[in-house]
């Protein structure tokens, strides 16, 4: 299925099925987002921000939330 057929499908769902596809979708979404970012941290993605991150807390670059 094309993005096109999906999207002209969806357009065409009744209001009560297109909220729980939208609701399935943002918890879909929220998965697929969840995994990059273990993904990202584990693989050491994230290191050059966290390490910037602490020194500039370190340096007093940084404000309390």
Do not use: C
């Not at 057929?5 to 998965?31: C, G, H, V, Y």
């Amino acid at each position: 299925m094309s993005l096109q057929e999906l999207e002209n499908t969806i357009a065409k769902l009744p209001p009560d099925e297109l909220a729980k596809f939208r609701e399935w979708f943002l918890d879909f979404d929220s998965a697929q987002f969840d995994k990059r970012i273990e993904t990202d941290a584990r693989d050491g993605r994230l290191d050059s921000l966290a390490d910037a991150a602490l020194s500039d807390h370190t340096t007093g670059k940084s404000t309390p939330l």
